[in-house]
């Protein structure tokens, strides 16, 4: 008894036909994404950085919409369960060389196809329990996250508000020290005038004696 054909999978699927790329190429990423979940697919695709990935990204995405509005089933439950790429129309083109012949150009063309399918109770309960488990972890990272972050605006508040008291008892002192010295000056201008009122006084006593 044979396998089953994969172009005969049971799913739902999406098929981009004559698209110019060559089947080498898409198969490439295609390889990268069979039997992947339909989120971790996603995933994969964004992170790839040639360029079957955006198109291929677009196939995938029209095999799910066709799952979801089609056959009425939840895209968080799909997963890719056939891809491949074959060759379409090649259109031949040439070049001229040296001494009159012609070099040969292929611009290929292939047809890609995504099938996806619901993922059986026992994987889809794995993998629910990992995405909450994820979840969890997300939430706790964000938690920690957060919480130093408000740990670190509270040590640097009470820094802050350190220096602006330091910064307020430095004036005050330099207040007290400047009322200090104003004073002192102060005392000593008026012992200075008071010496001087006492010699004009004797030197006038002085001059009335010398008189008489």
Known sequence: MTATKTNERPGTKAVLRHFHMSATKARVVLNLIRGEDVNTARDILAGTTREAADII???????????????????????VAACYADEGVTMKRFTPRARGRAGKILKRSCHITVVVARLDDDKLEILRAARNAQAVATRTRRVASSRKRADQTASLNKRETRDAEAALEAENADVETTEVIETEVMQDVATTTVAGETNETVSVDATEETDN
């Open 57 to 79: 990204g677009k196939v995938l995405a029209s095999a799910v919409a066709n799952a979801v509005n089609n056959d009425g089933l939840n895209a968080e439950d799909l997963y």
